[in-house]
C-alpha cells in the first residue's frame, strides 16, 4: 500500500528528472538534486582553480581576465487544492572565464572542475577573445574598480531551506490550501514554495577574490 509521504517523495523525484532533462545546458552539470550527486569543491580548492584559470588566460595573452566558479539550486512545489501540480529541485556547477585581449572580449565554460579543466576555458577565452577581433569597433577600456582580496558575503537566514524535506513542504502547502478551501465561498486555491540558493567564486587578475552564498525564497499563494 502506497502511503501518502511515499507519493509525494516518488512524486517529486520523478518530476525533478523530467525538469532536469529539460533545461539541460552543456556548460553546466544539472541533475536532480540528491545528496553526493553534485558537491561544490572546497574553498580552498575553488580558489586554486580560479588561480589557476587566470594563469592560463595570462599566458595565452590575455591582459585581463575573471573566472567565476558557481553552484546554483532551484527548487519547487506547486499545489492547487488538495493536489500537487509541479515538483522539480535542480542543481548545476561549473566555471566561467573571461578574457580580454587587445581590446577584445572572449568566453570560454566548462563542467570540469579540474585545473585542467577551468585552464582549457581560460585558453579557449582567450583564442575567442582573438578571434573577435576582426569585428572589433572599438576597443575596450576597462574602468579602475577597487580590489577586494578576500570578500565574503551570505545571506541572513536561520534555516537552510535546502534542509527540509520535499514532501514536508507539500504537506505544508495543501494544509494551508484546506484551510483556504474551508473558508465560506472559496471555489479555488493554489499555492507554492519556490527556493533559490546560489554559491557564487569570483577571482580576476587585478587581485579581487570573492565569495558569496546567496538564498532566495517564494511563497505565492
Do not use: C
Not at 572599438?138 to 580590489?147: D, G, R, S, Y
Not at 479555488?188 to 579581487?208: I, W, Y
Amino acid at each position: 500500500m502506497k502511503t501518502r509521504r511515499n507519493f509525494l517523495k516518488q512524486g517529486g523525484m520523478a518530476a525533478a528528472a523530467v525538469a532536469a532533462a529539460g533545461v539541460l545546458n552543456p556548460a553546466y552539470a544539472i541533475i536532480p538534486s540528491r545528496p553526493g550527486t553534485v558537491e561544490m569543491p572546497q574553498d580552498d580548492t575553488v580558489k586554486a582553480l580560479m588561480a589557476a584559470a587566470l594563469t592560463a588566460a595570462r599566458s595565452a595573452g590575455a591582459t585581463y581576465s575573471d573566472v567565476r566558479i558557481g553552484r546554483y539550486r532551484n527548487s519547487f512545489v506547486f499545489t492547487r487544492e488538495q493536489q500537487i501540480v509541479n515538483t522539480a529541485d535542480t542543481d548545476s556547477i561549473g566555471a566561467g572565464v573571461r578574457a580580454l585581449v587587445d581590446g577584445t572580449w572572449g568566453f570560454g565554460a566548462t563542467k570540469v572542475l579540474t585545473t585542467d579543466g577551468v585552464a582549457a576555458a581560460a585558453r579557449e577565452a582567450v583564442a575567442i577573445a582573438k578571434a573577435n577581433r576582426i569585428a572589433r569597433d572599438q576597443p575596450v577600456q576597462l574602468a579602475p574598480t577597487q580590489v577586494h582580496s578576500n570578500a565574503t558575503w551570505k545571506s541572513a537566514f536561520t534555516i537552510d531551506p535546502f534542509t527540509i524535506p520535499i514532501e514536508q513542504r507539500a504537506e505544508l502547502l495543501l494544509k494551508a490550501n484546506a484551510a483556504a478551501m474551508a473558508v465560506k465561498g472559496v471555489r479555488f486555491v493554489n499555492s507554492g514554495l519556490a527556493f533559490v540558493k546560489e554559491d557564487r567564486n569570483f577571482a580576476n587578475t587585478d587581485g579581487s577574490v570573492i565569495s558569496q552564498t546567496i538564498v532566495r525564497t517564494s511563497v505565492p499563494f
